[in-house]
């Protein structure tokens, strides 16, 4: 157990390690203090790694690193997690997870900060962090949450061990589901529900675009009108007003063709059933990243 970490615990029945910490600075060093705002000491490939500053463990074969920032997202990716990659018989692969609750609001209000160097903090800190799972011997580094894909070039910056995109996963899938056109002469198009549509849709919108989908977004009236209440209906305990409302932004974006719909947001789980017929034509891109990362544990455990 590194020093400064606190144990946490979570009844699953399959061998785990499972680390929730709060990093002091030190964690880290051997004989100098690690700044979380300076990116360049907190990258793998930098001058304080290659000359050994950070102790790292020997290569844990198979074993997967859970970097997040909410609790629930990430307890979500580790229930999915096991129970797939458990149906085969097969054991459920080994996994460190690191969260921390308090980034999130710190990451939050940096982007609404008027000074550059609150949000380089905050990814600072994320990249030590990331640093610890992949110091501690992780074939892989999932992060279950939309938020911190929006950073997920500058968190994983010099990572040594594959950072996986929930963008690239569910691209990926999609690419290979062969799917045609709901209008002719046109392309793919792709829904994308979100709550913000300038940040959490950035996660797939590059993405999705560079490979020739069209991607559609709700627009600002379906976001105040439907979409934002019916979240609101939900954290109330209306049901059904949160339904209703969550069928209607999805509809509005079906009838514009879109092929899928993205819910790109852990704020839309929970609303609908899961045999409703629209949730069925959705895609939870959560689902899409558990199913890469066991790929990638499988893979790696196969080396010699």
């Known amino acids: 157990m590194f020093a400064g970490l606190q144990p946490f615990h979570l009844l699953v029945p399959y061998p785990c390690h499972l680390i929730v910490e709060r990093l002091s600075p030190n964690v880290l060093k051997t ?18 790694s290659r000359t050994g500053q950070y102790s790292a463990t020997t290569h844990l074969s198979g074993t997967i690193g859970v970097m997040g920032i909410s609790a629930s997202s990430s307890l979500r990716f580790l229930q999915k997690l096991v129970h797939w990659s458990t149906r085969d018989g097969e054991e459920a692969p080994p996994f460190l997870v690191c969260n921390d609750p308090l980034l999130k609001k710190e990451l939050m209000s940096s982007q609404n900060s008027q000074r550059p160097s ?3 903090t905050a990814l600072g800190k994320l990249r030590l962090r990331r640093l610890l799972l992949e110091k501690s011997g992780v074939c892989c580094i999932a992060m279950p949450c939309n938020t911190l894909h929006a950073y997920h070039d500058e968190i994983s910056q010099g990572c040594s061990v ?6 690239d996963c569910v691209v990926k899938e999609l690419k290979s589901a062969n799917l045609k056109p709901v ?5 793919v198009c792709v829904g994308i529900l979100c709550t913000d549509n300038t940040l959490n849709a950035k ?4 993405k999705l675009e560079s490979q ?5 977004l709700p627009d600002k009236a379906s976001l105040e009108h439907t979409v934002l209440p019916a979240i609101g209906a939900f954290r109330r305990g209306d049901m059904e007003g949160a339904r209703n409302l969550l069928r209607i932004s999805l509809q509005v974006m079906f009838v514009r063709a879109v ?11 929970g609303i609908l059933p899961d045999d409703d017929p629209l949730l069925k034509k959705c895609i939870d891109p959560m689902d899409a990243l558990v ?8 893979t790696d455990r196969l080396r010699p």
């Open 291 to 298: 199913r890469e990362t066991i790929m990638c544990a499988r």
């Open 31 to 48: 004989n100098s203090v690690v700044d979380p705002s300076e990116p360049k000491i907190l990258d793998a490939s930098s001058s304080a």
């Open 259 to 269: 092929n899928t719909i993205i819910l790109a947001s852990d704020d839309f789980v």
């Open 203 to 206: 996660c797939y919108l590059n």
């Open 118 to 120: 609150d949000c380089n």
């Open 183 to 187: 209008e002719y002469g046109s392309n």
């Open 162 to 167: 594959p950072s996986l995109h929930i963008g």
């Open 212 to 216: 020739g989908f069209e991607v559609l």
